[in-house]
C-alpha cells in the first residue's frame, strides 16, 4: 500500500483537493450571486428581464461543461486576451487559469443556481406577496423582505444538490490545466498503472468525503430552516 | 400507463442490447487462421504516429501494427482498430477488448507489471516543439521562466521542471492540440512531449512551416507493442514479424512515409531496432 503514502509525499494530493475544495467554495460563492440576479430577473414584472433571464439559463444549462470551460481558456484568454492575473508574475499560467476555472465554473451553475431559486419562489404562497404589495411595499422591497427569504429556505435542498454537483464538475477544470483532485489522479494513473483501482479508490473517496458531509448539511438544515405553514 | 411500461421495456431492450454488442467487442483468441479477426489498440490523436482521418488510419504506429498482423496471419481487412487513451491502456489488454496496442506506449517497468511488451519497434525521445522562428530556446535548460505546455497526467513536462529550469511554468492541457493552438498564438513558448509526437504535429498540413522541432532529446522512450500479461506466445512472433519488417527495408520505408516529411532525426544508434528484448 505505499502508493498511499505516495499519494500524500510525492503527489501531494492534500494540496490538488485543497484546489479542488478552493474552486468549489469560490465558484459556489460567485454561482450564488449571479444565480440570484438571474433568478430575480426572471421572476420580475419586466418583460426584458424576464427575456435575458430565460435566455441566460436556457443557453448556458444546455452548453456542456467542458465546452464552457475551455472556451474560457482558449477562446477569453487565448483569442480575446483577457486575462486575469498579472502577466509578468512568474504564476501567470496557474492564477490565470485557476481564475478563468472559477469564472467558467459559477457562469455554468449560475443557471441551476437560478432555477433553484426560481423553485423555491414557487413555494411562497401567492397571498405572501399580495400583502407585501397591500402594505405598499414596491418590487424589489417585497422580493427583499417577503418572497426571497422564504423562497431561500424553500431552495434549500436542490441547492445542496447544485452545490454537490459543482464539487464533483470541478474536476472538469483539469481540462485547462489547474492541478486539482481529477489531474492529479490523472499522473499517478500514468505512473502506476499497477495500483490503477487503489488510485481510483483514494480519489473516489476523497470526493465522498468532501461530498457526503455537505449532503447531510443541506438535508438537516432544509428540515430546520422549512417554512412552517 | 400501459404505452409508458411498454416504451420502459423498449428502452430496456435497447440497452440490453448495447451492452451485449459491447460485450462482443473483444479481440479474438489466439491462433492465426485465414480469417481470424484481430482488434489492435492505436492512438486516433497523433499525427504520424496513429491517427484517425474519417475511415482510415495513417501513422507509423498503424503501419507497423499492419505488417506485424500480417505476419501473424491477419489480412488487412481482419484488423480493427480501437483507440486507446494512455489512461486505458493497461485495463484494454488485461480485459482482453484488443490484443495488441500500438500506441506511442512506452515500456517501463510499473507497466511491466501489468502488461508485457514485444519490441522495442522505435526508440524516440523527449524534446521541443518551439516556433519556426524562434531561436532562444536550444534545449530543455534555456527554459527558465518560460511557459511549457503539455498535456494532464503526462510526466514530460514535470521532468523539465524538476531536472532541468526550475523557475518554467506549466501549462497542461488535455490534448496536445490545444498545446498547438497556444504555441501559434503566443501564449506559451515549448511544448514538451516525445519527439516523434512533436514531429508529427509540425508536418501537420494546417502547421507546415510554423513551428520546429529543436532536436536535442533528454530522454529515452522505448515504444513497445503491449500485450496481456505472460502472453509470451504471440511476444515472439511480434518480435519475430518485427525482425523480418527491419530486415526487409519495410521499417525505413514506413518511417520514411509517416515522420520522413518532418524532418525528425532519430537516434541513429538505436532505430531502427536491432535487438528486442526477451520475451517474459
Known amino acids: 500500500m505505499d502508493v498511499i503514502s505516495e499519494f500524500f509525499s510525492e503527489y501531494d494530493g492534500l494540496a490538488a483537493f485543497r484546489t479542488t475544495i478552493y474552486l468549489t467554495l469560490l465558484s459556489a460563492v460567485l454561482a450564488l450571486l ?15 428581464l424576464q427575456l435575458i433571464g430565460t435566455a441566460y439559463v436556457n443557453i448556458v444549462r444546455n452548453t456542456p461543461l467542458t465546452l464552457v470551460i475551455v472556451f474560457c481558456n ?11 492575473a498579472n502577466k509578468d508574475s512568474n504564476t501567470f499560467i496557474n492564477d490565470n487559469n485557476f481564475r478563468l476555472a472559477v469564472l467558467g465554473l459559477s457562469v455554468y451553475h449560475a443557471s441551476f443556481v437560478a432555477e433553484a431559486i426560481r423553485s423555491g419562489v414557487n413555494t411562497v404562497p401567492l397571498g405572501q406577496a399580495e400583502a407585501a404589495r397591500a402594505i405598499g411595499l414596491p418590487f424589489l422591497k417585497t422580493l427583499r423582505y417577503v418572497v426571497l427569504p422564504q423562497a431561500f429556505r424553500g431552495a434549500i435542498t436542490p441547492l445542496g444538490n447544485v452545490l454537490i ?20 489522479m490523472k499522473v499517478m494513473i500514468e505512473n502506476r498503472p499497477d495500483v490503477l483501482f487503489v488510485v481510483f479508490g483514494i480519489f473516489a473517496i476523497g470526493f465522498v468525503i468532501l461530498t457526503l458531509p455537505v449532503g447531510m448539511l443541506f438535508t438537516s438544515m432544509s428540515k430546520r430552516l422549512a417554512v412552517k405553514r | 400507463m400501459r404505452q409508458r411500461i411498454i416504451a420502459a421495456l423498449g428502452i430496456a431492450g435497447l440497452a440490453a442490447t448495447g451492452l451485449v454488442a459491447c460485450g462482443d467487442d473483444s479481440g479474438s483468441g489466439s491462433g492465426s487462421g485465414g480469417g481470424e479477426k484481430i482488434t489492435i489498440g492505436i492512438k486516433y490523436d497523433q499525427p504520424g504516429i496513429g491517427l484517425k482521418e474519417g475511415t482510415n488510419y495513417t501513422g507509423m504506429d498503424v503501419d507497423v501494427a499492419k505488417y506485424v498482423a500480417k505476419e501473424l496471419g491477419y489480412s488487412e481487412d481482419n484488423i480493427t482498430f480501437k483507440e486507446s487513451p494512455s ?7 488485461a480485459n482482453g477488448q484488443v490484443k495488441m496496442i500500438f500506441a506511442s506506449y512506452s515500456i517501463t517497468d510499473a507497466r511491466k507489471e501489468k502488461v508485457s511488451f514485444a519490441g522495442p519497434y522505435l526508440t524516440a525521445g523527449q524534446d521541443l516543439l518551439v ?5 532562444d530556446i536550444t534545449g530543455p535548460d534555456a527554459l527558465n521562466g518560460k511557459k511549457l505546455c503539455s498535456v494532464t497526467g503526462s510526466t514530460s513536462a514535470q521532468k523539465v521542471k524538476d531536472k532541468f529550469a ?5 501549462q497542461e492541457y488535455d490534448g496536445y492540440s490545444k498545446c498547438v493552438e497556444a504555441l501559434g498564438a503566443g501564449a506559451v513558448d515549448a511544448l514538451t ?3 516523434t509526437i512533436l514531429a508529427g504535429y509540425a508536418s501537420q498540413a494546417a502547421n507546415q512551416g510554423k513551428f520546429k522541432v529543436v532536436g536535442k532529446t533528454f530522454s529515452t522512450e522505448r515504444y513497445g507493442v503491449g500485450l496481456k ?19 526487409s527495408g519495410e521499417w525505413q520505408k514506413a518511417f520514411d512515409k509517416n515522420l520522413g516529411p518532418s524532418g525528425l532525426k532519430l537516434d541513429a544508434a538505436t532505430n531502427p531496432p536491432k535487438t528486442f528484448d526477451a520475451c517474459a
Open chain 1, 74 to 84: 482558449l477562446g477569453l484568454f487565448l483569442q480575446l486576451g483577457v486575462s486575469l
Open chain 2, 193 to 195: 512531449t516525445d519527439n
Open chain 2, 131 to 135: 516556433k519556426a522562428d524562434n531561436t
Open chain 2, 87 to 93: 489512461a486505458q491502456r493497461e485495463t484494454l489488454l
Open chain 1, 34 to 48: 449571479i444565480g440570484t440576479v438571474v433568478a430575480v430577473m426572471r421572476v420580475s414584472p419586466v418583460r426584458v
Open chain 1, 165 to 184: 454537483a459543482l464539487t464533483k464538475n470541478s474536476t472538469v477544470a483539469s481540462v485547462i490545466g489547474v492541478t486539482e483532485a481529477s489531474a492529479v
Open chain 2, 229 to 247: 500479461k505472460g502472453d509470451t506466445e504471440t511476444c515472439t512472433k511480434v518480435n519475430d514479424a518485427l525482425k523480418k519488417m527491419v530486415d
Open chain 2, 166 to 170: 526550475k523557475t518554467v511554468q506549466l
